[in-house]
């Protein structure tokens, strides 16, 4: 091991602890926000505590989202100089105006949101909330140009005087036919996480008043988490067919433009030519190294159709695309390439467990909405044992789902910093030492993990108070100059 290896566990730790609070944030955004406009429209008391409720549980969330972030940007000239100097101009631009824009947005807005109450016109301040919703689509969009330059790069030139690669087509890097799909995919997955923290909240508040209204104790307030709960299903359903939807297409583009992922998500080593159709095992015993495999559990044709959308269409194995790849970019010349131990291999068993995890989560977390609709259908309201269990894997899986598939994304892509342009190894500071990432390394690990205290704990405080009784906001007639109260 390596700094080289030491500054990508460093990276990958913070980045993914990161993204548990990003698709959370994006999702609950959402629903808080349709709560609202149904509160001002309806006039219902209960749409006001949902949203008053799931809106505390979003501000939490969002903090946390908001300081684990920080963090990210500073790796770049911390851990990833080299990277920086070379496509810093193309991947600063939409770093620089996520921040500037999308990230100030919600900001901003979300204060409005939270100290608005009796201060801001109802409709105004519903809107507030949708605003910060559309911030956090603004800088999900923006981060994930950048990251889909780094799968597929485009819109630069590469300048041989300062031996860096320059943007010359802002609007190309926008439109990458990898982020135009990738955007709403990565979105829906969201989706899926905010219903899923809806559907388990409301179904765990929902089963816990059942059971006092059993055991002879008022409990006025199953039906509003009942109605959370198959709300927050709903939305698992219909974004979890989006998510699929998406991933499929995502899946023929990834072939077209990175064919080495698709092999590593199959470990299939052995091309598969025209008309045999290459099959999908669902289940695989092999060697460490992923090259000896074994199916259990095989759907032929289907690797063909997630690659191709045909049943029988051509799928190129690892062992010819890494002599291509040698061919065509072992002999480039690009010094930043040349990285001969690597092979232009990722990690198999990584890649092929990702993938599988990532499709395995998304698909339990929608049988789970999907149960949760038929046990509460024509106003039921069970309080099987199991449900306790549900309701904690409804929001667990979906974003356990989201962040093995990004793992899957960023591994799968390896040993590539931005594919075709940079290797992984090529990207590193130089000056770097490894007793200076381990330092960094354990100070982020121990503050991340203190962090995840606080969050777990405030989440679950907030969770077992529930939402709070109806209470009539009225207008204040306060000096406008008074300073603004916190509305919880």
Request: charged share 15%.
């Amino acid at each position: 091991m390596d700094a080289t290896d030491l500054a990508r566990w460093q990276f990958a730790i913070t980045t993914v602890y990161h993204y548990l609070f990003v698709p959370i944030t994006i999702g609950l955004s959402l629903v808080v926000a349709w709560f609202h406009t149904r509160w001002v429209r309806t006039r219902n008391p209960e749409w006001l505590r949902l949203a008053k409720f799931y809106g505390k549980l979003f501000t939490i969330n969002f903090a946390l989202g908001l300081v684990t972030g920080i963090v990210q940007e500073f790796q770049f000239g911390m851990n990833w100089s080299d990277y920086s100097r070379f496509v810093g101009d193309i991947f600063g631009a939409p770093l620089a105006i996520e921040a500037l824009l999308a990230f100030f947005l919600e900001s901003t807005f979300l204060g409005l949101w939270i100290f608005g109450w009796g201060r801001l016109p109802e409709r105004l301040h519903a809107a507030m909330m949708w605003v910060v919703h559309v911030g956090t689509l603004l800088s999900a969009y923006f981060i994930l140009a950048a990251n889909s330059f780094m799968q597929h790069p485009v819109g630069y030139q590469y300048n041989p005087a300062t031996g860096r690669a320059e943007l010359t087509d802002f609007l190309a890097v926008l439109t990458n036919k990898v982020q135009l799909i990738t955007f709403p995919h990565v979105i829906l997955a969201a989706y899926m996480v905010g219903g899923g923290v809806v559907m388990g909240v409301g179904l765990h508040l929902m089963r816990r008043e059942a059971l006092k209204a059993e055991a002879g104790t008022p409990a006025p307030d199953v039906p509003l988490y009942r109605k959370a709960a198959r709300i927050g299903a709903v939305l698992t359903l219909v974004a979890g067919l989006g998510v699929a939807v998406t991933g499929d297409i995502q899946g023929k583009i990834m072939t077209e433009v990175q064919p080495m992922k698709m092999a590593a998500a199959e470990a299939l080593y052995d091309s598969v030519p025209e008309g045999e159709g290459a099959p999908f095992s669902v289940l695989t015993v092999g060697s460490l190294d992923g090259q000896h495999t074994r199916a259990l559990i095989e759907v032929p044709g289907l690797l063909s159709f997630l690659a191709t959308g045909s049943f029988d269409g051509a799928v190129q194995g690892i062992n010819d695309l890494r002599e291509e790849y040698l061919a065509t970019f072992g002999a480039s010349g690009n010094p930043r390439v040349q990285d001969p131990a690597t092979h232009f291999v990722p990690n198999v068993p990584t890649t092929y467990w990702s993938f599988r995890l990532m499709m395995g989560a998304g698909f339990a977390a929608a049988g789970i909405g999907a149960a949760v609709l038929w046990l509460t259908r024509k106003g039921r309201v069970p309080t099987h044992r199991w449900l306790h269990w549900a309701a904690i894997a409804a929001p667990l899986l979906p974003v356990f789902g989201n962040s093995f598939g990004w793992i899957f994304t960023e591994v799968g892509r390896q040993p590539w910093l931005v594919f075709g342009l940079m290797t992984t190894g090529n990207g590193v500071s130089p000056g770097v030492s490894m007793g200076y990432v381990i330092t960094s390394l354990a100070v982020y690990t121990l503050l991340y993990g203190a962090l995840a205290v606080v969050e777990v704990k405030l989440f679950l405080t907030y969770v077992r108070r529930g939402a709070e009784p109806y209470e009539p906001e009225e207008p204040t007639d306060s000096d406008e100059d008074a300073p603004l109260v916190f509305a919880y």
